[in-house]
């Protein structure tokens, strides 16, 4: 890419994030994804920050006014009501949920990865003057939502998620045997809104939805009450992708922490417990960390892009590197969602194959730091060369590069900016 004129496409880039832009907070793209969600927004954040500080700031300030007072941060905040999207805020019901508090932001009663701290570091210290007068109210905001994490998700040590969606990674085959274990009873009648904007098989199965309504209604019923929850929900698994961006932002808080003179114990705390979490998600069989269902103790046997963000987490392992470079001899673009050798792999649908730049951003960022040069830079440049000659769409086939969900994405611009482009290097985005 050393000769390629990158100037065309950080313009389009930036008009893209222009064009998701709804005063204050991004959509992911119009049409599919009409509202504010929680991790594309931090995304949406890095990418402002190559251009705009000010406005990467307000996008993580207007995410936190979403913050419910039990310190969960949700995962969709629907700030206007778009009738283009299912479900909206009348599925969802959490108007009286336990943890909401004071908060008068309609959203969902589920979290994503917590890449927001992390993300807010990295844009602190692209500009620290500019900086420092947004990140200190949002600090203690931002040491309540993982105070939260810790609390309510993280009893292992490793982070679960009680509902495919809050890994981002919505219908991965990690949840598989969980997902396998619910059966569909009660779901009221819906209309899926996805596939009328997006090809149907480029998206979860009918299955697939049936069960996420179903987790909805559950949690709905027992008004969000984490307790609950954790107690009678079949659907428990802990997350690699929720575990090591809780892991990265636990390091990153940590540092925010020492740069504000505030005590660092309570965080030192949470990253020992962290790293022993993330011991039990490896999978010696498969050779890569891997999702476990608590509810059976039995791994997925899932080699995935969230397996390798063991490096972004901070952990300096080479176990998984065997089984790294497995991936990346296979794929002619790197890196797939799912093993391109694997029982499930289908490279076009949506988390079960296709590769996604944001996880490509977050793994390769984290190899670089610990080393893993070249695996970072075929990382970069794969995703560099799937943007510039498919465009910025939600995701790609890792065989022949094909274009898949979404158009004129936010987060894909954003990392395109801050990461890809061959003119970052520099700034918020900077290796
Ligand atoms: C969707 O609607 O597909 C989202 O991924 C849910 O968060």
Redesign the pocket.
Same mark, same amino acid.
């Given at each position: 890419m050393r000769d390629f004129d990158a100037a065309p496409l950080d313009a389009e880039a930036r008009r893209i994030l222009q064009l998701n832009d709804r005063g204050g907070y991004t959509v992911p793209t119009a049409g599919l994804?009409p509202y504010q *969600?929680n991790w594309d927004s931090a995304f949406a954040a890095l990418g402002f920050a190559s251009f705009d500080i000010s406005r990467a700031w307000a996008e993580i300030e207007t995410l936190l006014t979403g913050q419910w007072d039990n310190g969960m941060v949700p995962?969709?905040l629907f700030h206007r009501t778009d009738p283009g999207y299912f479900p909206g805020p009348d599925v969802w019901g959490t108007e009286t949920a336990l943890g909401r508090g004071t908060c008068s932001v309609p959203s969902s009663g589920i979290s994503q990865p917590p890449v927001l701290a992390s993300l807010a570091w990295r844009i602190y210290r692209a500009d620290p003057a500019a900086g420092r007068g947004r990140l200190v109210p949002l600090y203690p905001r931002l040491l309540a939502y993982h105070r939260w994490i810790i609390a309510a998700r993280a009893e292992t040590g490793a982070v679960v998620i009680t509902h495919p *969606?809050e890994a981002g990674r =919505?219908n991965a085959p990690d949840w598989d045997e969980a997902m396998a274990g619910i059966e569909p009873l009660g779901v009221e009648p819906y209309t899926r809104r =996805?596939t009328s904007h997006v090809d149907a098989r480029m998206r979860p199965t009918k299955e697939d939805y049936d069960r996420f309504i179903w987790l909805v209604q559950f949690a709905r019923d027992r008004r969000w009450d984490e307790a609950a929850i954790a107690a009678e929900s079949p659907f428990r698994v802990a997350d690699p992708t929720l575990t090591f961006t809780a892991l990265r932002s636990a390091r990153d808080l940590k540092a925010m922490a020492h740069e504000l003179g505030e005590d660092e114990a309570e965080i030192d705390g949470w990253i020992t417990h962290l790293e022993a979490g993330a011991e039990t998600l490896w999978n010696p069989e498969t050779g890569a960390y891997d999702a476990k269902n608590l509810r059976t103790g039995n791994f997925a046997g899932s080699v995935s892009n969230a397996s390798f963000l063991s490096w972004w987490g901070g952990l300096a392992d080479d176990r998984p590197r065997a089984t790294l470079a497995r991936i990346l001899g296979q794929s002619r673009h790197a890196l797939p969602s799912y093993d391109p050798e694997g029982p499930k792999f289908d490279s076009l649908r949506y988390w079960r194959g296709p590769v996604w730049a944001v996880m490509n951003f977050m793994a390769a960022n984290g190899m670089a730091e610990q080393g893993l040069t070249e695996e970072a830079a075929r990382i970069r440049a794969d995703t560099a060369r799937l943007i510039v000659e498919n465009g910025f769409a939600e995701y790609f086939d890792p065989t022949d590069g094909t274009p898949a969900g979404g158009a004129t994405f936010t987060w894909t611009a954003a990392v395109w900016l801050a990461w890809a482009s061959p003119s970052a290097g520099t700034g918020a985005g900077g290796r």
């Open positions: 994804y *969600w995962h969709i *969606w =919505d =996805d």
